[in-house]
């Protein structure tokens, strides 16, 4: 059983920053990749970037990625998260989720461990 523990969300406004955190209660081989994922109302979720348990980069998606970074502290098993140039669209819940993973870390359904979610609201 992996716990996994976000923080850092927030209100911020059209241009603004935020660092998600997600705090693994352990990393082993059952988490191959961690990632973060997001869903907006009314929207499904969707992938935004993964890296695996070794701090290898997976993926990003393309419409975060020259606005949003994914790295790992494997000292304290954290999960980061840093959000720059924030826009409307990136409003959403967001995830971080570990497991397996799939092909390039990017099969949602591989993944068996989720944090309960961090509220992400950009204003414009």
């Known amino acids: 059983q992996v716990r996994l523990v976000e923080s850092g969300g927030g209100s911020v406004q059209a241009g603004g920053s935020l660092r998600l955190s997600c705090a693994a209660s352990t990393v082993s081989a059952s988490t191959r990749c961690m990632g973060w994922f997001r869903q907006a109302p009314g929207k499904e979720r969707e992938g935004v970037a993964a890296i695996y348990s070794d701090g290898g980069s997976a993926y990003i998606a393309d419409s975060v990625k020259d606005r949003f970074t994914i790295y790992l502290d494997n000292t304290d098993n954290t999960l980061y998260l840093q959000m720059n140039s924030l826009q409307p669209d990136d409003t959403a819940t967001y995830y971080c989720?570990?497991?397996?993973?799939?092909?390039?870390?990017?099969?949602?359904?591989?993944?068996?461990?989720w944090g309960q979610g961090t509220q992400v609201t950009v204003s414009s």
């Open positions: 989720a570990t497991g397996y993973g799939g092909r390039w870390c990017r099969v949602t359904q591989e993944y068996r461990y």
